[in-house]
Structure formats: C-alpha cells, structure tokens
C-alpha cells in the first residue's frame, strides 16, 4: 500500500508540475502500463528492504506484531533484506509455503535463512539513567 500511494504522489507531482509549467496545453500524463507496474514494484522492493533493514519491520509488520530477523536472531543487513525483498516481489506466492512447512518458513525465509517472530513490543533505544543519589532515595 505504501508503494501504491508513494506511486500516486509521484505521478500526481509530475501532473501538477505539467500544470504549472503549461497550463493551456494540460493533459494528464499518459503512463505506460509496464512502466508504472514496474515502478510500483521497484518502491515497494525499495520500501521493504529500508523497513527491514532499519527495524525489522514495515508498517503491515508492526500493525500485525511481527519482526523479520536474520540467522542469528539479528537485525537483517541491507543485502539480505534486499534479497527477501525481490523475492517476496517477484514470487509471492512463496509466502504460502509457510502453510506446508514444519517450522511455518515462507520460502523466502528458507532459501535467506531468515524468520518471522511475534515482536509486540517496539525497541526503545537504551537510554543511560544518571546514577541515584542517597538524597533521591530519601524521597
């Protein structure tokens, strides 16, 4: 949905600047239908491999309490993330194999070696706490 909607604002951007620069002879762009498939598909493959490279999870993932980790129960690094990413694009229906599987690994996480966790609960950042004084204590 992310991608659909970043795709909208994009051609929308280029409609109004079109707009603006030409006002008389304004017509909506025409896209072909491959072009605009294949960059819906490329945000998306973009969106999904920052989302699961900074945290672990898109905003369906986070919604849903999920979390994408790597093989040692990490983060995932970029190329990974990446590589699930175009996987999960361009062969969707691999999710489904988590159905058939013992351990529920979607294909994607069988061949990257990654997982799908329940993740609730965000990750704060760990923040230092200034050490308490026997004064505070008192209190």
Not at 12 to 31: C, M, Q, S, T
Not at 32 to 38: C, D, E, Q, W
Not at 101 to 128: C, F, G, I, K
Request: proline share 6%; hydrophobic share 50%.
């Amino acid at each position: 949905m992310v991608a659909v909607i970043a795709t909208v604002a994009l051609y929308l951007g280029i409609a109004g600047a079109k707009l603006v620069i030409r006002p008389r002879d304004f017509h909506f762009p025409e896209l072909p239908f491959l072009l605009g498939l294949s960059g819906v598909l490329t945000l998306l493959v973009l969106y999904l491999t920052t989302a699961w490279t900074l945290s672990g999870r898109s905003y369906g993932a986070h919604v849903m309490g999920i979390r994408i980790l790597g093989r040692r129960g990490r983060r995932v690094r970029a190329p990974v993330a990446l590589a699930r990413a175009v996987l999960y694009v361009v062969f969707p229906i691999g999710l489904l194999w988590c159905l058939v599987n013992r351990r529920q690994h979607s294909l994607q996480d069988v061949l990257l070696r990654t997982s799908v966790v329940y993740d609730w609960m965000p990750h704060l950042p760990e923040v230092a706490l200034p050490p308490v004084s026997s004064e505070d204590e008192a209190r």
